[in-house]
């Protein structure tokens, strides 16, 4: 296969490209289109400069100290400090992956030649992305408006030959960084240093990494619903494309289709299908509406997020010789905003799970024991595995208060609203990493309900996602040391392993899950 070719400030940035960058698998590169409009701006900045007319940041002070002016002379000097005084972040430093999706969020911004930066800066930038020397940021330190200014001058500090960055497998200084690979410190110029500060890579860094994780937890949801459909012996009624033509959210649709198509061809579900029960409990019947919401979610907040990793967020704008403009691009509220709804939408994925999970011990399914388990008394069976998910499904609930509804002045009242988008990225990150454990934990008590339903064989897909998962971890007769299932079944979550079977699956026997909506929910 041919490399993959990214063009800066030019091609459409998505969530699966600025991963591909930074993995590896696609390359950067700066046309000369790029480069005509990189330097135009530049030379604009340098001609504000030579005339001295007051131009925020380039030749006057920052946020109260706007109306300070500052001199030819001492101009490139502001910029080198404002990375220093502004590097004030605190706490455990970010991932490195996603502290190097902010040099390509930034490189992309940079690129599309509105921001004044110098070529040479731009190229540092992307050595870095390149060369895997990424900085280290602190988690800390955000209001997420005026930019996410503390995490993205620790990034840019090693531009100028301070701060860490993690390169060849270890921390270490700047200063040993340009000893190994012969680099000099950046001379940075008028507007340079604002320029690499001011804008929402930190909160786009985040999102990037949150549409991706959310994305397989609701494809994993849907399989692993399905799975314990089968095992409870729920009913695929409410899965019917008529009763969802009549409530059309795209969301309900995708997931009721693609459940469907799940359990088509299951022995388990013909076996029952003349039974007296009426209904099954909401965590079983609703799943489409449920898991259809988040759908929605998800697809609200990546396309907002496409939107924002192909933007100007910088501060002041240079639009042209006669017009350059300080706005408030670098305010992160449109994200901030989306990203508590989706750390809302993940935890509902972790509430209903939860409740699936209780569902399954309570017995009240033919031929399903009460907790999973035929010899209890002696045995506790699954149990305590509920603690587990309840107490992480209430920790998420605590983290589901809205960032983005708190707002603090800052800057002596010249930054009066903030959005604290900042925040909001980081904890929707962690309610995904809890919803993971809810999920692994949801698969076992679904696998373990669905070995009662033999000799009956359910439909291809998760006849052989159950063996997936058996292959990782054996049925239980009696009481063991759980938490080893539990770590296992995180891992085959982390992993993707039951999507990798059902696309094995889909491509072995040429079976689809595709809907209509596909293009929407399963891109990005």
Same mark, same amino acid.
């Given at each position: 296969?041919?490399?993959?070719?990214?063009? =800066?400030?030019?091609? &459409?940035?998505?969530?699966?490209?600025?991963?591909?960058?930074?993995?590896?698998?696609?390359?950067?590169?700066?046309?000369?289109?790029?480069?005509?409009?990189?330097?135009?701006? &530049?030379?604009?900045?340098?001609?504000?400069?030579?005339? @001295?007319?007051?131009?925020?940041?380039?030749?006057?002070?920052?946020?109260?100290?706007?109306?300070?002016?500052?001199?030819?002379?001492?101009?490139?000097?502001?910029?080198?400090?404002? =990375?220093?005084?502004?590097? $004030? @972040?605190? @706490?455990?430093?970010?991932?490195?992956?996603?502290?190097?999706?902010?040099?390509?969020?930034?490189?992309?911004?940079?690129?599309?030649?509105?921001?004044?930066?110098?070529?040479?800066?731009?190229?540092?930038?992307? &050595?870095?992305?390149?060369?895997?020397?990424?900085?280290?940021?602190?988690?800390?330190?955000?209001?997420?408006?005026?930019?996410?200014?503390?995490?993205?001058?620790?990034?840019?500090?090693?531009?100028?030959?301070?701060?860490?960055?993690?390169?060849?497998?270890?921390?270490?200084?700047?200063?040993?960084?340009?000893?190994?690979?012969?680099?000099?410190?950046?001379?940075?110029?008028?507007?340079?240093?604002?320029?690499?500060?001011?804008?929402?890579?930190?909160?786009?860094?985040?999102?990037?990494?949150?549409?991706?994780?959310?994305?397989?937890?609701?494809?994993?949801?849907?399989?692993?619903?399905?799975?314990?459909?089968?095992?409870?012996?729920?009913?695929?009624?409410?899965?019917?494309?008529?009763?969802?033509?009549?409530?059309?959210?795209?969301?309900?649709?995708?997931?009721?289709?693609?459940?469907?198509?799940?359990?088509?061809?299951?022995?388990?579900?013909?076996?029952?299908?003349?039974?007296?029960?009426?209904?099954?409990?909401?965590?079983?019947?609703?799943?489409?509406?449920?898991?259809?919401?988040?759908?929605?979610? &998800?697809?609200?907040?990546?396309?907002?997020?496409?939107?924002?990793?192909?933007?100007?967020?910088?501060?002041?704008?240079?639009?042209?010789?006669?017009?350059?403009?300080?706005?408030?691009?670098?305010?992160?509220?449109?994200?901030?905003?989306?990203?508590?709804?989706?750390?809302?939408?993940?935890?509902?994925?972790?509430?209903?799970?939860?409740?699936?999970?209780?569902?399954?011990?309570?017995?009240?399914?033919?031929?399903?024991?009460?907790? +999973?388990?035929?010899?209890?008394?002696?045995?506790?069976?699954?149990?305590?595995?509920?603690?587990?998910?309840?107490?992480?499904?209430?920790?998420?609930?605590?983290?589901?208060?809205?960032?983005?509804?708190?707002?603090?002045?800052?800057? =002596?009242?010249?930054?009066?609203?903030?959005?604290?988008?900042?925040? @909001?990225?980081?904890?929707?990150?962690?309610?995904?990493?809890?919803?993971?454990?809810? +999920?692994?934990?949801?698969?076992?008590?679904?696998?373990?309900?669905?070995?009662?339903?033999?000799?009956?064989?359910?439909?291809?897909?998760?006849?052989?996602?159950?063996?997936?998962?058996?292959?990782?971890?054996?049925?239980?007769?009696?009481?063991?040391?759980?938490?080893?299932?539990?770590?296992?079944?995180?891992?085959?979550?982390?992993?993707?392993?039951?999507?990798? $079977?059902?696309?094995?699956?889909?491509?072995?026997?040429?079976?689809?899950?595709?809907?209509?909506?596909?293009?929407?929910?399963?891109?990005?």
């Amino acid at each position: 296969m041919s490399e993959q070719i990214f063009k =800066l400030g030019e091609d &459409w940035l998505t969530v699966g490209k600025a991963l591909s960058i930074a993995k590896g698998n696609t390359s950067l590169i700066i046309t000369d289109e790029a480069v005509k409009k990189i330097s135009k701006s &530049w030379n604009i900045v340098q001609q504000i400069v030579d005339k @001295g007319h007051p131009v925020y940041g380039i030749n006057t002070g920052f946020g109260p100290l706007c109306t300070t002016k500052i001199s030819k002379s001492e101009t490139s000097v502001l910029q080198s400090n404002i =990375l220093q005084s502004h590097s $004030v @972040g605190v @706490g455990k430093p970010i991932d490195k992956d996603i502290a190097k999706l902010m040099l390509i969020l930034k490189a992309q911004s940079l690129a599309k030649g509105y921001s004044g930066i110098a070529l040479n800066t731009l190229e540092r930038i992307i &050595w870095h992305i390149e060369n895997n020397a990424i900085p280290v940021v602190p988690s800390q330190g955000s209001v997420g408006a005026s930019g996410d200014l503390a995490p993205l001058s620790h990034l840019f500090l090693p531009l100028i030959g301070l701060g860490k960055v993690s390169y060849n497998n270890e921390i270490i200084t700047s200063e040993i960084l340009f000893k190994k690979t012969g680099l000099k410190p950046i001379a940075l110029g008028p507007k340079e240093g604002l320029a690499l500060i001011n804008g929402t890579q930190f909160i786009a860094a985040h999102a990037v990494k949150v549409v991706a994780k959310f994305h397989a937890l609701l494809a994993q949801a849907d399989i692993i619903g399905a799975m314990m459909i089968e095992g409870l012996q729920g009913s695929v009624k409410p899965f019917y494309n008529e009763l969802h033509a009549l409530r059309p959210f795209k969301g309900n649709i995708h997931v009721a289709k693609r459940v469907k198509k799940l359990l088509k061809g299951s022995e388990i579900m013909e076996d029952h299908i003349d039974c007296e029960k009426v209904q099954d409990p909401y965590s079983i019947r609703c799943i489409p509406q449920v898991h259809g919401a988040s759908r929605n979610t &998800w697809l609200h907040l990546k396309e907002l997020v496409e939107v924002e990793l192909n933007s100007v967020t910088d501060n002041p704008v240079i639009i042209n010789k006669e017009l350059t403009i300080s706005g408030g691009n670098f305010h992160g509220q449109p994200l901030a905003m989306a990203l508590d709804y989706a750390c809302l939408a993940v935890s509902e994925i972790g509430n209903i799970s939860d409740r699936r999970i209780y569902l399954a011990l309570e017995g009240n399914s033919p031929g399903v024991p009460k907790l +999973l388990m035929k010899d209890t008394g002696i045995n506790s069976g699954y149990m305590i595995l509920q603690y587990t998910t309840a107490a992480l499904a209430s920790e998420n609930k605590g983290l589901c208060f809205p960032s983005s509804a708190d707002s603090i002045p800052t800057s =002596l009242g010249q930054e009066d609203h903030v959005s604290m988008g900042s925040i @909001g990225g980081r904890k929707a990150l962690q309610v995904l990493g809890n919803v993971e454990k809810i +999920l692994a934990i949801e698969l076992l008590t679904a696998a373990q309900a669905f070995e009662f339903r033999k000799p009956l064989k359910s439909g291809i897909f998760l006849d052989e996602v159950h063996n997936a998962v058996r292959d990782q971890v054996p049925f239980a007769c009696k009481d063991r040391v759980f938490a080893n299932d539990i770590e296992k079944g995180i891992q085959m979550i982390r992993n993707k392993t039951i999507l990798k $079977v059902v696309e094995r699956v889909q491509k072995e026997h040429g079976i689809s899950l595709t809907t209509k909506y596909s293009n929407e929910f399963e891109v990005y």
